[in-house]
């Protein structure tokens, strides 16, 4: 369990936290949010121990580990596969004991630990993880040295999380993931078997790996239960309730302040004023939500040319004597909004490069409408950034005759406001320069927007926003993103970068990511004779069973939730409870193995009633 109890914590003078409190119960999965500078990632140094609390205290289990990813492994001669095994310290430490130990008693005792501990699957469990964030068997024996920063980051990743710490804390970890990595990390982490906090604005991963949201908003946190998309429901209907409340008892106070200027000065009527001035008094305010700031993007509308924009015929990508891709018959019409799927390494991004004139083709043909703007965004742009120029600075040198008030309300079109557009870049937020690096790849209203990443470093309201900007502009988009909700939201098309060769995926997101958690199955469905259509009174009965399991599974969610609500209360860790916080974890435990049971039940019913009336 891990209790954060009133606690306080300021940098330069600016409170991050003041009397904030939170109880998350052992082996909750739970995402932390809150808007960008809140104070998301100096809570989990806190929790460390790498800062020191002004007041109140965090308290967690006695020997308790925790665990996270602070940087990138070093670019060692050690493998991959060494590295994340040298993670789990206990295990690497009892096999080089077991080396030279001689008493037979204490070999006894550490063949017994190395047991207990699950010591010789260990290379098995390391190879799992590492492949599935995307090293393959031979990358795995390969030298850490190899691989590039974000490649190493991923191997730090795989380390904490073979190392499975009591306490796993992650910090946005799916900004150096791909979309398959990202998928694999969701399931990862759900079946995981401690404590997890996780910062994160990838709405599919809030969704599908946690059961709880941590909310930390004006210096508070606020534990809610259930996923992202029940919180933001929930906080939109408290809000609304706390709108109307304020504005309900403004309008009371108007009414009673009225009174009392009238009539305070009137005899007959002094009495009722001044009762009235102590119910004023007496008042407590209710003070309305803070309206969230707007986060935008504006992008600038290009002209309309014929279709199609881009046609490649026969065409080969690759770099030097290295085929890539090959056989490429693609078109691009104005209209498009393309989603890139595949792993890493298959050919996304020399794709991308082909088609922004970043990349020479090696044969075929690529035709382009000759009045064709690009813009390409890669998240590399957003590293390229001269740190030592302010955002105005970078834009006056590409617009050098437009005057500088133009200039500053193009940049507050994508949400850089007077302070950010004299502050000089090195001093911005990740998701400040990703907005800068936006604006400048959109500067000429280009007719085909390529965006690999474009959400890393931006918070749940600036992807929003972005979502809102792509589905208004009158261009072509194609996205390269590990961000299902996006790509779920702007994508129409889908073309799968495998093999070498590009084609269009006929199904849809959500197959796709069910087509990656099974990995041992071939892509190509194999076609199969159909089945013998059930009779009616076979379908009325997969029905009934149908119906009574998605029974079962409400059943079993509600209770879920008031085991849920009883462990998050504080009352029950309380001194003099004994032993009844055990007995309430085992509970939910135990609600938790029937959930899982009853889903799957519902799962396989649905399945057989949609084989029976395909």
Not at 63 to 70: D, P, Q
Not at 153 to 171: E, K, N
Not at 365 to 384: C, M, N
Not at 544 to 572: C, G, I, T
Request: charged share 30%; glycine share 6%.
């Amino acid at each position: 369990m891990l209790k954060l109890h009133d606690i306080s914590y300021s940098i330069d003078g600016r409170p991050l936290f003041e009397g904030a409190s939170a109880t998350i119960p052992t082996g909750h999965k739970v995402g932390l949010v809150g808007p960008n500078g809140a104070g998301k990632t100096t809570l989990f140094k806190l929790i460390r121990g790498d800062l020191v609390l002004e007041g109140g205290a965090i308290e967690l289990p006695s020997r308790a580990r925790i665990g996270g990813v602070s940087q990138e492994v070093p670019a060692s001669a050690t493998s991959l596969l060494d590295t994340v095994l040298e993670a789990d310290t206990e295990r690497a430490a009892l096999l080089a004991e077991a080396e030279t130990a001689t008493d037979p008693t204490r070999i006894a005792d550490i063949q017994t630990r190395l047991a207990d501990i699950d010591a010789w699957s260990a290379e098995g469990r390391a190879a799992a993880i590492l492949k599935g964030l995307g090293f393959d068997d031979t990358e795995q024996q390969m030298p850490c040295s190899d691989f590039s920063g974000g490649w190493r980051m991923r191997v730090a990743l795989a380390a904490v999380l073979f190392s499975q710490p009591d306490l796993l804390l992650l910090d946005e970890p799916t900004n150096y993931l791909d979309l398959e990595g990202a998928v694999w990390l969701e399931t990862y982490l759900a079946r995981y078997p401690h404590t997890v906090l996780i910062i994160s604005h990838d709405r599919g991963l809030l969704n599908r790996a946690v059961g709880a949201i941590l909310h930390l908003d004006a210096r508070k946190l606020t534990l809610w239960q259930g996923p992202y998309d029940q919180f933001a429901r929930q906080r939109a209907e408290q809000r609304a309730v706390q709108a109307a409340a304020a504005k309900k008892q403004a309008a009371h106070r108007e009414h009673l302040e009225a009174f009392v200027a009238r009539f305070k000065a009137k005899a007959s009527k002094a009495k009722q004023a001044q009762s009235r001035v102590k119910m004023l008094e007496k008042m407590e305010t209710i003070t309305a939500p803070e309206d969230v700031a707007k986060r935008v993007f504006t992008f600038p509308s290009p002209e309309e040319m014929s279709p199609p924009i881009i046609n490649v015929e026969n065409g080969v990508a690759g770099y030097g004597d290295t085929t890539v891709l090959k056989k490429l018959d693609l078109r691009i019409d104005q209209d498009d909004r393309i989603a890139l799927l595949g792993k890493n390494g298959q050919g996304k991004s020399t794709l991308a490069k082909l088609l922004s004139d970043r990349l020479d083709p090696l044969g075929g043909r690529v035709v382009k409408s000759s009045k064709l703007r690009i813009g390409y965004f890669a998240q590399h742009q957003v590293d390229e950034l001269h740190i030592d120029e302010t955002p105005l600075q970078h834009l006056a040198r590409e617009l050098p005759e437009m005057m500088p008030p133009k200039l500053r309300a193009k940049l507050a079109g994508f949400g850089l406001g007077a302070d950010q557009a004299d502050t000089v870049v090195g001093r911005l937020s990740g998701g400040q320069k990703a907005r800068l690096s936006l604006l400048l790849a959109t500067l000429d209203a280009p007719h085909l927007l390529i965006l690999d990443e474009p959400t890393n470093h931006l918070d749940m309201e600036s992807r929003e926003a972005l979502v809102e900007a792509l589905t208004a502009y009158t261009g072509a988009v194609i996205l390269v993103s590990h961000d299902m909700h996006l790509l779920s939201l702007v994508a129409d098309r889908l073309w799968l970068v495998k093999d070498g060769a590009v084609t269009p995926y006929q199904d849809d997101l959500e197959a796709y990511r069910k087509l990656l958690l099974q990995s041992d199955k071939p892509l190509k469905k194999e076609e199969k004779p159909k089945p013998k259509r059930a009779s009616r009174d076979e379908v009325l009965a997969l029905k009934s069973e149908v119906r009574k399991n998605e029974e079962r599974v409400e059943k079993l969610n509600a209770m879920r939730d008031k085991l849920a609500k009883k462990l998050a209360d504080p009352a029950l860790y309380e001194p003099g409870k004994g032993g009844e916080v055990e007995v309430w974890q085992k509970k939910y435990a135990e609600v938790m193995n029937g959930l899982d049971r009853a889903e799957a039940m519902w799962m396989t019913s649905l399945e057989k009633l949609e084989k029976a009336t395909a």
